[in-house]
């Protein structure tokens, strides 16, 4: 199964399942005084007469996470193996602590570097590692010592 497919869905959902517009429950229409005693259809204001809910902004938060699931599923093969890394013990025993430099010595280079972070955030989210809270400088030339996260492998099946 692709490990991160129920993170693609349910990202999916949230951004593209259009609401009724709560404002004229779905009529579209409102009704408007002309004058003292006559009343006519206009457009509801808050939908504009669509009928649906204008989509809230999306959150940055939630721009990320659709993007790091858009990210999973176009390199869905590489992310596929690298969580099978995590899950086989093969970056290390539950309790080891890691970085991205340990999954990437493991693995070719990805077509978009940023599949290594999406992965690690679907793995925290599956539950196999966790955050230790701590970066260390990464020791990849081509990341000229920036910090990266160390994370703490928390399953590893037997
Ligand atoms: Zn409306």
Redesign the pocket.
């Known amino acids: 199964m692709f490990p991160s497919r129920s993170l693609f869905d349910e990202l999916s959902s949230i951004v593209q399942r259009p609401r009724v517009?709560p404002?004229?429950n779905g009529?579209?229409w409102e009704f408007d005084r002309k004058d003292s005693d006559s009343l006519m259809r206009v457009p509801?204001p808050?939908?504009n007469g669509t009928?649906f809910a204008t989509p809230d902004k999306p959150s940055g938060e939630t721009r990320k996470r659709v993007g790091q699931a858009r990210t999973l599923e176009k390199n869905s093969t590489w992310a596929d193996i690298a969580l099978d890394l995590f899950r086989s013990g093969r970056l290390g025993s539950r309790g080891t602590e890691i970085t991205s430099d340990d999954l990437r010595r493991l693995m070719p280079d990805p077509e978009s570097p940023n599949v290594v972070g999406a992965v690690f955030t679907s793995a925290r989210k599956l539950g196999l590692i966790s955050r230790t809270g701590r970066s260390v400088p990464s020791n990849r030339s081509d990341a000229h010592g920036r910090l990266i996260q160390t994370w703490r492998i928390n399953n590893v099946e037997d």
């Open positions: 517009c404002a004229c009529d579209g509801c808050a939908c009928t």
